[in-house]
């Protein structure tokens, strides 16, 4: 069983910065990739970034260049380094834990992130 807890969710003005956190714990060995996912209003969850076992990365094209995930293992956290905010990255940011040999994903219960001036 694995737990994922977001942190460092906020208001934030156009242009600005914010970094999430997401603290795992449990059978966290289990885990091949973390990663973020974002909800928008009346839009469907989409992929932010992803970072696998090895340190390979994955970003959606919307915020490439902007965001950079990264993770502190020794903390056993995961982060979202945002930059550049735009209103349109204002969502619901939810943690994400998957395995390539166990079929259950893992999920935050997310964090809201207000672009706004």
């Known amino acids: 069983q694995v737990q994922l807890v977001e942190s460092g969710g906020g208001l934030v003005q156009p242009g600005g910065s914010l970094r999430l956190s997401c603290a795992a714990s449990?059978?966290?060995?289990?885990?091949?990739?973390m990663g973020w996912y974002r909800q928008a209003p009346g839009k469907q969850r989409e992929l932010v970034a992803t970072?696998?076992?090895?340190?390979?990365?994955n970003y959606a094209d919307s915020v490439k260049g902007r965001f950079t995930i990264s993770r502190d293992n020794a903390k056993n956290t995961v982060y979202l380094q945002m930059n550049s905010l735009k209103p349109e990255d204002t969502a619901v940011y939810y943690c994400?834990?998957?395995?390539?040999?166990?079929?259950?994903?893992?999920w935050g219960k997310g964090a809201l992130v207000t672009v706004s001036s």
């Open positions: 994400y834990g998957g395995s390539d040999y166990d079929p259950v994903d893992y």
């Open positions: 449990g059978s966290i060995d289990s885990i091949n990739t």
């Open positions: 970072i696998r076992n090895e340190g390979s990365t």
